[in-house]
């Protein structure tokens, strides 16, 4: 067992408002300069749509992520082997284009235009569409980061149809659920997932990507990086962003210069919602890359597995004797994110059939109820005798989030739906009623002590409870030298070191053939 560490996420769609104020924090802290106009390492979709860069979840266009190898010990790289894709260095047919983004790329206004513009008897002073990159005005806008924004242009004849959520629906009731009538919508926060497996480092020939042991952020070395974009197409969900200004590929980096001083990201401080939770796990190396190799229906659970119990007394002895330091361990016991995932297992993964096992969880909607007005005359009492609503009168289909959040597997976003509902009833028959209803909650597999604190951590949690961040103790550290680089995809050994120790995330010493 070889026990790592990872700060790890949790959003809750329930709570998400779609302001996109995170999306501003990243953007002036991080991306507020030349080269990296359209990228947003933060931002906040609108489902049903294509998001951005467009039709990012369709693999069979970009493919990005890993696939199951049967048979063997490990998946493998969708998008090419190390043996291809050295041969193919000089070309690489599966990267989004700046249209994919931005269209003619990102744009202003020529708000110069306001203030100096002349008015006239019959109108007043325009702003108009201005590149960002080449000045030209007056360009054609055809798509940007929040095209979609609160639905926008994704009915039947729009970018809906393209969803790849809906892969499992047939076209005739994805037509139904685009339709004016019974449409949906919920807001999907994205920022990098720092994964466990993740194939932007698996992909990387120069080894520029890697994850840091300490923490187990993703970030790319700025002065190993060659521009070959492979990080690009590797990446399933499209966060890695190519600089074509300095020539290097740059992405989400969770803010480590602030969580090495205990504070949260910036976008994270900055939700207005609290929909965000960060905190510390430990997790079994030696189990990623089999894990990330199974099949679909077992990814989640299997997912899990590897997430070990900061409490147990082997794992905590096994923990100190590989040099993590006991504030780890001590952040790990109260970690929120520890207790969403694996003991309430309320919060899913996005997109795990993309095989990266992503350390940002998603705590699924409990959508408004449809036809509510039409069947009781108002929007509370719906339920057959009671106030919370059952899963068929929610207006987001539960087949859509399990495309979503459990590569389709609806059984584990009706268990996370079922359990929130759970709280909701006991704790309604509780403080309304004055008569604690149990039932709900043994049905759902839950205590009194677990509504309890869930009610705590979802709804009154302080800032300190929603962020848990371990105090990172270098000197305590056996293999300080190493304790910064991590694990690299092409990268090389030190003189001395184990192969074990730097070896890729798909299970293979760097260097090999897949």
């Given at each position: 067992m070889q026990i790592k560490q990872q700060m790890a996420m949790v959003f809750n769609l329930d709570k998400c408002l779609g302001c996109n104020t995170c999306t501003l924090a990243c953007k002036n802290v991080w991306t507020n300069r030349e080269g990296a106009e359209y990228m947003f390492w933060n931002n906040v979709e609108t489902k049903p749509g294509i998001g951005y860069?467009?039709?990012?979840?369709?693999?069979?266009?970009?493919?990005?992520?890993?696939?199951?190898?049967?048979?063997?010990?490990?998946?493998?790289?969708?998008?090419?082997?190390?043996?291809?894709?050295?041969?193919?260095?000089?070309?690489?047919?599966?990267?989004?284009?700046?249209?994919?983004?931005?269209?003619?790329?990102?744009?202003?206004?020529?708000?110069?235009?306001l203030h100096s513009g002349q008015s006239t008897k019959y109108s007043q002073p325009v702003a108009r569409p201005k590149s960002q990159i080449t000045g030209e005005e007056d360009i054609d806008l055809t798509y940007g980061v929040n095209w979609e924004d609160n639905a926008a242009g994704t009915h039947e004849d729009g970018t809906g149809k393209l969803d790849y959520n809906f892969s499992d629906m047939t076209p005739e009731a994805r037509q139904v659920f685009l339709e004016f009538r019974d449409s949906f919508m919920m807001y999907l926060p994205r920022i990098c997932n720092h994964c466990l497996n993740p194939a932007c480092v698996g992909a990387c020939p120069s080894g520029a990507a890697y994850k840091r042991e300490e923490d187990g952020v993703v970030l790319i070395d700025?002065?190993?990086?060659?521009?070959?974009?492979?990080?690009?197409?590797?990446?399933?969900?499209?966060?890695?962003?190519y600089n074509w200004r300095t020539g290097k590929s740059e992405k989400c980096l969770l803010c480590y210069p602030r969580i090495e001083t205990g504070q949260p990201p910036a976008c994270f401080q900055a939700c207005p919602g609290r929909i965000r939770y960060m905190g510390p796990l430990l997790y079994d190396l030696d189990m990623v890359a089999k894990t990330a190799n199974a099949p679909e229906t077992e990814l989640i659970r299997r997912h899990r597995e590897i997430i070990l119990d900061p409490k147990d007394p082997v794992v905590v002895e096994e923990a100190r004797r590989q040099g993590i330091s006991d504030s780890w361990l001590d952040a790990c016991r109260r970690s929120p994110v520890y207790r969403m995932v694996k003991e309430w297992e309320i919060a899913l993964p996005l997109h795990p059939e993309f095989r990266t096992l992503p350390s940002l969880f998603y705590i699924p909607p409990e959508s408004p109820v449809a036809n509510a007005v039409e069947q009781r005359g108002h929007y509370d009492m719906i339920g057959k005798n009671n106030v919370i609503p059952d899963f068929d009168e929610f207006r987001i289909p539960i087949q859509y989030l399990a495309r979503l959040l459990a590569a389709g597997n609806e059984e584990e976003v009706i268990k996370a739906l079922k359990r929130q509902l759970a709280v909701r009833a006991y704790r309604r028959s509780e403080r309304v009623e004055g008569s604690p209803d149990e039932a709900p909650l043994r049905q759902a597999g839950l205590t009194v002590q677990d509504a309890r604190d869930m009610h705590r951590l979802l709804a009154l949690a302080h800032f300190h409870e929603r962020f848990v961040i371990a105090t990172t103790r270098v000197e305590e550290t056996e293999h300080t030298p190493y304790i910064e680089r991590g694990f690299a995809g092409f990268d090389e050994l030190a003189p001395g070191e184990s192969p074990v120790r730097r070896r890729s995330f798909h299970g293979q010493v760097p260097g090999a053939e897949s």
């Open positions: 860069p467009k039709e990012w979840e369709n693999q069979d266009k970009y493919r990005g992520g890993w696939k199951q190898r049967p048979g063997h010990d490990e998946p493998s790289l969708r998008v090419a082997s190390r043996f291809w894709e050295m041969i193919n260095l000089f070309y690489n047919p599966v990267m989004p284009q700046m249209e994919d983004y931005y269209g003619k790329g990102p744009f202003t206004f020529t708000y110069e235009d700025q002065d190993r990086c060659r521009a070959w974009r492979y990080c690009l197409s590797g990446c399933p969900y499209k966060k890695v962003y």
